[in-house]
């Protein structure tokens, strides 16, 4: 009986680790006069053995920055505008560019500057105020907000646009 168990004891890892492998999976099964076994298919390579397969990894996105810019010159109701450039600089040099074209000349004054977002310019019978947030919702919103807190009535968007990053990888 002790021999028995013996045997067993020896034997038993070895079975363990046989069974353990997935001939055609793990290893190749290979035989020679009496005997049987797995070869590993990759010897370099780690048995998969109780591993998921790893899934194909995307590269990383790469966005390419948008920016937006509101000008005005307010006794003359002008209103230039940028949107889409591609830095801070740019939107605001086109923003005063559009408002001097469109009559404001040197006058124009620069008012807000957006980065991968939205701007909006709210009106009322006392003032104007510009406004940005991620979307022209959230932009109305907080600008409404700002409009009747100081006294304006009549507040409502006279101008919205968004200048919204864009993927480029």
Not at 96 to 108: F, I, L, Q
Request: hydrophobic content about 35%.
């Amino acid at each position: 009986m002790f021999k028995q168990l013996l045997v067993l004891f020896f034997l038993l890892p070895f079975g363990i680790m046989l069974h353990a492998q997935q001939p055609g999976v793990d290893c190749a099964p290979i035989q020679g006069q009496g005997w049987t076994g797995c070869a590993p298919i990759n010897p370099s390579q780690p048995s998969s053995q109780g591993q998921q397969p790893q899934a194909l990894q995307r590269p990383p996105e790469l966005w390419q920055d948008h920016w937006g810019a509101i000008a005005t010159y307010e006794p003359g109701g002008v209103l230039g505008v940028a949107t889409n450039m591609l830095n801070e600089s740019e939107a605001k040099q086109s923003a005063m560019a559009d408002c001097e074209a469109k009559g404001g000349g040197s006058n124009c004054k620069f008012q807000l500057a957006y980065r991968n977002g939205c701007a909006v310019l709210l009106v009322g019978d006392k003032a104007f105020n510009a406004v940005s947030d991620a979307t022209i919702d959230k932009a109305t919103q907080s600008g409404m907000k700002i409009c009747t807190a100081n006294g304006n009535t009549n507040c409502h968007v006279y101008y919205s646009a968004c200048s919204l990053p864009v993927r480029i990888q």
